[in-house]
């Protein structure tokens, strides 16, 4: 039922015991870790960029023995993709053993699931939401112009078009 219910987040979710084997991976997990790995481990390995946030939580518990710490870092891979990782204590009572709860987050899958959501939520037209996607990915209204074939006055009007929806929302919610 675990494996079930970790297969359901869209972040990756790894479980780690303190030697730094590997418990239990969602899919995504998987596919981040050989990303991050570059082919260059095993399947069931953990990216050593990932393992140097567990180590510091692991150094940390006697420190912080009471405290419920949350140690979160960011890897880039050759500037095409960012994850934030966050790795927490997990302690399952039927086990003795405490586990380390690593959660990775693909940043641009994260901003494009947002994007999308407010695609939903104003009622964006097919043109605005690909303009708003481009601009929450960070692209410039230059290099959204470029990618869509239209002027750069044109990604102003939509952006205008989007924040006037965006407001009109929030003065609905009012």
Request: overall charge neutral; proline content about 1%.
């Amino acid at each position: 039922m675990l494996e079930a219910v970790l297969e359901g987040f869209i972040d990756g979710v790894l479980i780690v015991n303190e030697q730094g084997k590997l418990v239990l991976a969602n899919d995504c997990a998987r596919r981040i870790c050989q990303k991050l790995c570059q082919g260059r481990s095993s399947v069931n390995s953990i990216p050593q960029q990932i393992w140097r946030v567990c180590e510091s939580l692991i150094e940390s518990r006697d420190l912080f023995s009471d405290d419920k710490l949350i140690i979160e870092s960011e890897i880039s891979i050759d500037n095409s993709a960012t994850f934030r990782i966050r790795v927490r204590w997990l302690d399952l009572e039927k086990s003795g053993n405490p586990y380390l709860l690593v959660t990775v987050e693909d940043r641009l899958q994260s901003t494009q699931n947002a994007a999308l959501t407010d695609v939903k939520k104003y009622g964006l037209t097919h043109r605005e939401a690909q303009v708003w996607l481009l601009r929450q990915a960070k692209h410039s209204y230059k290099e959204i112009a470029a990618q869509l074939y239209i002027t750069i006055n044109t990604v102003k009007k939509h952006m205008k078009n989007i924040y006037a929806k965006q407001q009109s929302d929030i003065w609905v919610q009012e």
